[in-house]
């Protein structure tokens, strides 16, 4: 069986994430730009593996760890802050019933907890 | 349990995580699917998470919890406070924050292989290039969010005419400095040069771009933190996050581009920078051709104008953001709905600081989804509107841009108010827009303006409209 080398693998999964991305997000209305954008701030959050990857690694330093402790707040920031006001705004173009506006707190919360988790 | 630590189980959940991040995105294609698809995409997260800790691990567990403790103790409150008329500066921090992960995961990576040394050239490539893409959208972000926050002054701020020459030769200083340390250099100096450089790019990027041109800007550094979290996915051979960083790439790419076709201004124009200069200049020149006179109103004749129209539309901008206006908008829709007023608003693709903002606050404050209509779909029908109330918005009902081709906005698609049996404005003053031109619009014989504060005008509209 011939392989494909890592880098030319990954280099298909980057041109072909790219096509679909643009396939995908070209749907979005620009009625939801907005969290479109908030969510993907939350996606893009997923360089927090590389900073568990690395921090697991042997070999850090004192500096090192502290730089990437920062790198994992920065990440989690980014993943639990993007879900959980993505799911706040979302909620609000939901609202098509009538219950008063702070019915959408209550929503708001029951996404925190799955955020939270992360 | 050794299974779990198998390779190929875990690039299985990378999988998973990043089908899951597509179908997420997918549902954000309307707004019921929406909600759901958003969690669809946290659950991604939480898989792609989980698979990363399941990897060998020398134990830093310690650090681990700490970062993650310290993450969500700041991004949870801020997230659950943060008001919908602060969104724009939101989202830029997060950008910046994203880019600045990048390109401390990156600087990490430097030091622990002893400055890239026996790694391949092009995992060392992909990590220069995420240090520089990551720093540019960390420095650049956080000045747009200090100018959305009004910390820096939100009119540019530049070196002039060298500016592009400066720009350029920061970025040839980070490539200068990369290409020295993928060919073999592994002092830690150079590497730290890259970074300032890409800082001090990032820096004279955005500094000299002015207020309005904020959506383009937002758009486009969330496009840099994309695509450097994919340039990390490559360097660190992990499937879920060139997957996840491409496709925030083609996301922000996408908006960055729409948001400048919406202002009808390329996108080396708008990094080029300063809008205000050229505006300011044409401005000059497009009052002496109206010497027409402006009609003012009160909120009583507005009131009464608008109590017998079948058909109202309100065109929302930047002024009613500011003003918070968007509650008694909403009140005053009410209002006039009771009246069997047919209301909708038209939404103009940059109203506001960054892509969808009004659409937000309208949502905040209740207003059904289908009333709000984007401008293609806005513009046919102005034709039979008897009255558009223009909140806050400016530039984007200006038609000097079809109408003058000496206009510095001139084939900028607008919302066509004008077309509509007449018009109230709701402004401060005379003062002209952001990008400094004279709209024409308000010397229409159409035209009526009712200065004041757009909250302010709009309760007081909506309190004489009960009495009538």
């Known amino acids: 069986m011939i392989l494909a080398s890592t880098l030319t693998t ?14 995908v997000i ?28 690395i921090v697991g690694l042997s070999g850090n330093d004192a500096f090192n760890k502290v730089i990437l402790v920062i790198a994992i707040a920065f990440g989690t920031i980014n993943i639990v802050g993007g879900f959980l006001v993505t799911d706040r705004m979302l909620e609000m173009f939901k609202s098509k019933p009538k219950p008063p506006p702070d019915a959408g707190d209550g929503n708001g919360e029951a996404g925190d907890g799955k955020g939270g988790a992360s | 349990m050794s299974f779990l630590q198998n390779q190929n189980f875990l690039d299985v959940l990378y999988i998973i995580a990043f089908a899951l991040f597509i179908q997420g995105l997918r549902g954000l294609s309307g707004p019921t699917t929406a909600v759901r698809g958003n969690r669809i995409a946290a659950v991604g997260m939480v898989i792609a998470v989980i698979a990363t800790l399941l ?23 801020a997230a659950r406070q943060v008001k919908m008329t602060a969104m724009p500066q939101m989202v830029a921090l997060f950008n910046g924050v994203g880019g600045g992960a990048v390109f401390l995961i990156s600087w990490g990576e430097f030091r622990l292989t ?37 910390i820096i002054p939100g009119r540019p701020i530049s070196f002039g005419s060298a500016q592009q020459i400066v720009n350029l030769v920061l970025l040839l200083l980070a490539i200068a400095a990369g290409a020295d340390i993928a060919a073999g250099d592994h002092s830690e100096a150079i590497f730290i040069g890259l970074l300032v450089s890409a800082a001090l790019l990032g820096n004279a990027v955005v500094l000299p771009i002015g207020g309005a041109d904020m959506p383009v800007v937002i758009s486009m550094l969330n496009a840099f933190t994309g695509l450097s979290a994919a340039a990390t996915g490559i360097a660190l051979n992990n499937p879920a996050l060139i997957v996840a ?3 925030v790439g083609a996301s922000g790419s996408i908006l960055t581009n729409l948001m400048a ?85 038209a939404i103009h693709p940059v109203a506001g600081r960054m892509p969808g903002h009004m659409n937000v606050l309208l949502a905040e404050a209740d207003v059904p989804y289908d009333q709000l209509k984007e401008m ?31 206009s510095p906005i001139y084939g900028m698609p607008i919302l066509e108010v004008s077309d509509s049996h007449s018009v109230i404005v709701i402004k401060r003053s005379m003062n002209p827009g952001f990008a400094g031109i004279e709209n024409e619009l308000y010397y229409d014989p159409k035209t009526e303006m009712l200065f004041g504060d757009a909250k302010s005008a709009v309760s007081e509209i909506t309190a004489e409209l009960a009495q009538i």
């Open chain 2, 245 to 247: 960083g491409m496709i």
């Open chain 1, 26 to 53: 070209s749907k979005v209305p620009n009625t939801l730009h907005t969290p479109l954008m908030s969510g993907t701030n939350a996606i893009h959050g997923i360089v927090l593996l590389g900073g568990l990857l």
């Open chain 2, 261 to 345: 076709v919406a202002m009808n201004r390329s996108i080396p124009a708008i990094i080029a920078g300063g809008f205000g200069g050229g505006g300011a200049v044409a401005g000059a020149e497009g009052a002496g051709e109206h010497a027409g006179t402006v009609r003012s109103t009160t909120a009583a004749d507005a009131a009464i104008q608008l109590a017998y129209s079948n058909r109202v539309v309100i065109v929302p901008g930047y002024g009613m953001a500011v003003a918070q206006a968007q509650h008694a908008v909403r009140e005053l829709t009410k209002e006039l709905e009771k009246r069997g007023v047919e209301v909708s608003y």
């Open chain 2, 376 to 406: 293609e779909e806005a513009n046919p029908e102005f034709q039979r509107t008897d009255v558009s109330l223009v909140i806050g918005a400016n530039d984007v009902t200006n038609p000097a841009a079809k109408n003058t081709p000496s």
């Open chain 2, 114 to 150: 002893h400055g890239f040394a026996h790694t391949a050239t092009y995992i060392t490539v992909s990590s220069l290039f995420a240090a520089i893409v990551g720093s540019v959208s960390f420095w650049g972000s956080n000045i747009a969010f200090g100018k959305l926050q009004e």
């Open chain 1, 10 to 23: 990954n280099l298909s999964i980057l041109v072909l994430a790219g096509f679909i991305g643009f396939v």
């Open chain 2, 55 to 77: 990897n060998r691990n020398e134990g830093n567990w310690g650090l681990i919890v700490l970062g993650v403790a310290l993450g969500a103790a700041i991004g949870v409150p």
